[in-house]
């Protein structure tokens, strides 16, 4: 599946998907669209998600 984030096709390996009338959407999508840096920490098992404070 695509999607368009500012006028840029980007591929989505997980589509978006309904529970209980609330769309969830992927985490990466959202936090890269709103210009954070995404990584996987595997020795965590979690994801980290860094934002530049101007």
């Known amino acids: ?3 368009s ?3 840029h096709m980007i591929q989505l390996k997980t589509p978006p998907f309904m529970v ?3 769309m969830m959407v ?3 999508l ?3 669209a709103l210009g954070a ?3 996987w920490n ?3 098992r979690s994801i980290e998600i860094h934002t ?3």
């Open 42 to 44: 595997d020795k965590k």
């Open 20 to 22: 209980k009338g609330i």
């Open 26 to 28: 992927p985490l990466r």
């Open 30 to 32: 959202i936090s890269e």
């Open 52 to 54: 530049q404070i101007k």
């Open 5 to 7: 984030v500012n006028g």
């Open 1 to 3: 599946m695509q999607t």
């Open 37 to 39: 840096e995404v990584a």
